[in-house]
C-alpha cells in the first residue's frame, strides 16, 4: 500500500527554521520524483520543490530559491524540506508527492495529506 506521511509542520516566528519530513512507504523514493507542494488559505496549490536522482536534479520556486533546501534518504525512504528564514507568506499546508518519472514534471501519481505551517509575525 502506497503512502506518504508529512510531519514536522508547526507554528514559528518570522525569520525562524522548520525541517519537513516525508516518510513515504509502499514504493522507493529513489525511482520517483518527490516534489513539496503547498497551499494557502484561498490560494492555488504551488509547486515549492522537487528532487530527483539522488539530488542529480532539484527545483525550487522563485518564492523559497535560497530559503528551502530539498534532500532525500533512500536508506529511510524519506524527503525532507528544510525552509529557513520563513516568512508569514510561507504559512501554508504543505503536502509531498511523487510521480514515476526521471524529471519533474507536474503530475502527480501520489499525494500525502500535508502539514501545516504557520509562520507569525
Known amino acids: 500500500q502506497v503512502q506518504l506521511v508529512e510531519s514536522g509542520g508547526d507554528l514559528v516566528q518570522l525569520g525562524g527554521s522548520l525541517t519537513l519530513s516525508c516518510a513515504a512507504s509502499?514504493?522507493?523514493?529513489?525511482?520517483?520524483?518527490m516534489v513539496w507542494f503547498r497551499q494557502a488559505p484561498g490560494k492555488e496549490r504551488e509547486e515549492v520543490s522537487c528532487?530527483?536522482?539522488?539530488?542529480?536534479?532539484?527545483h525550487y520556486s522563485d518564492s523559497v530559491k535560497g530559503r528551502f533546501i530539498i534532500s532525500s534518504e533512500n536508506a529511510k525512504n524519506m524527503v525532507y524540506l528544510q525552509m529557513n528564514s520563513l516568512r508569514p507568506e510561507d504559512t501554508a499546508v504543505y503536502c509531498c508527492?511523487?510521480?514515476?518519472?526521471?524529471?519533474?514534471?507536474?503530475?502527480?501519481?501520489?499525494w500525502g495529506e500535508g502539514t501545516l505551517v504557520t509562520v507569525s509575525s
Open positions: 528532487i530527483r536522482n539522488d539530488a542529480e536534479i532539484t
Open positions: 509502499g514504493f522507493s523514493v529513489h525511482e520517483y520524483a
Open positions: 508527492a511523487a510521480v514515476r518519472s526521471e524529471i519533474c514534471i507536474p503530475n502527480m501519481d501520489y
